[in-house]
């Protein structure tokens, strides 16, 4: 759909910095992040909810968000907690229709600036975007760990399908 940001993003018509990619998912990092770490993880097929998508796709979502924490969290970021969080619909405050998973490192003491930048997100005025190099150092570090920790949650075809 070239009406969707997030599938414009998929065809490389729209810039992102990249965490991960493989045939059924993509994660890359939110310019407008809620915590230093925040990443967004979309399926490539067009889906504005969950329920759109078949069930082996949404299992492997699933199983890619699960090793994408694990990689924030040994990159450094998200060590002490995560937040994640699923907009599922407009009345669930789904801002772009494209099912998107936020996966958003926590730490102690950082919750009013959390849930100041979480009030502006809702508001739909998500402020100055972070600079490119913070963001790309943040997805180099959580994609350096990638590897290893793919390996550890591989375990069926779309799995090793994404680790080509």
């Known amino acids: ?63 890619v968000m699960d090793a994408l924490v694990a990689a924030q969290r040994r990159a450094g970021l998200g060590v002490e907690g995560s937040q994640l969080i699923v907009n599922d619909g407009k009345a669930a405050n789904q801002h772009i229709p494209h099912v998107h998973l936020h996966l958003v490192p926590r730490r102690r003491g950082d919750s009013i600036g959390f849930f100041w930048r979480v009030l502006l997100h809702f508001t739909g005025i998500f402020g100055p975007r972070t600079r490119q190099a913070e963001l790309q150092a943040h997805a180099d570090a959580i994609a350096a760990q990638w590897p290893a920790v793919w390996a550890e949650h591989a375990d069926d075809a779309l799995a090793a399908a994404a680790a080509a």
């Open 1 to 63: 759909m070239s009406s969707c940001l997030f599938c414009r993003i998929v065809a490389g018509n729209e810039p992102a910095i990249v965490v991960h990619r493989d045939p059924h998912c993509m994660a890359f990092m939110d310019i407008h992040p809620l915590a230093p770490g925040h990443v967004l993880l979309i399926p490539t097929a067009h889906a504005e909810r969950l329920d759109q998508l078949d069930h082996a796709t949404r299992r492997h979502l699933y199983r």
